[in-house]
Nanobody, 120 residues
Framework: QVQLVESGGGLVQAGGSLRLSCAASVRPFSAYAMVWFRQAPGKEREFVAVIAWVTTNTADSVKGRFTISRDNAKNTVYLQMNSLKSEDTAVYYC???????????????WGQGTQVTVSS
């Protein structure tokens, strides 16, 4: 069974930083695009960032503050979040798919999510 497990969420003050991790059992890990989506209370799920082999794409709302990276040896993708704002509060989901798109429908495997709460 393919499993994706997110970790690293929590409560942080505005302006602070947090690093999310997602360990994925997809094989070979390096062949999959890995993506982060988020869903805030009462809002639709939105794209955050995606990474393929070396190419990355980040949503305008987090550009310059969030950085996505991956460690293929550890089958893990990361989301480094800096200068956090209250509007970043959401459940963050990790997913894997064949191509690095911004469309959630293109992703096959999903984790259960990790809560990020940013206080003002």
């Amino acid at each position: 069974q393919v499993q994706l497990v997110e970790s690293g969420g929590g409560l942080v003050q505005a302006g602070g930083s947090l690093r999310l991790s997602c360990a994925a059992s997809v094989r070979p890990f390096s062949a999959y695009a890995m993506v982060w989506f988020r869903q805030a209370p009462g809002k639709e799920r939105e794209f955050v960032a995606v990474i393929a082999w070396v190419t990355t794409n980040t949503a305008d709302s987090v550009k310059g503050r969030f950085t996505i990276s991956r460690d293929n040896a550890k089958n893990t993708v990361y989301l480094q979040m800096n200068s956090l704002k209250s509007e970043d509060t959401a459940v963050y989901y990790c997913a894997a798919g064949p191509h690095p798109t911004t469309n959630e429908r293109d992703y096959v495997y999903w984790g259960q999510g990790t809560q990020v709460t940013v206080s003002s």
